[in-house]
């Protein structure tokens, strides 16, 4: 899995990780059940829920990291 970026689509995340539901859930964004997920990018949605897109990036990159470790 390579890393996560703000340009990146919703479900493109989505799809990157299992855990990163959990990662937009925390943060107040029901991404999943977003139709707009399809399109609208990390930092767009971000954007739309009043949350740092580089916060959410950062707790997403985290995911990566801990899977690299194992």
Excluded: Y
Aim: net charge negative.
């Amino acid at each position: 899995m390579g890393q996560f970026t703000k340009q990146m689509s919703i479900l493109e995340a989505l799809e990157s990780h299992p855990g990163a539901r959990d990662v937009f859930a925390g943060w107040g964004m029901g991404c999943s059940l977003c139709i707009g997920a399809q399109l609208e990018s990390v930092e767009s949605g971000a954007i739309m829920h009043a949350v740092d897109p580089d916060a959410v990036v950062a707790e997403l990159n985290r995911l990566a990291r801990v899977d690299a470790s194992d």
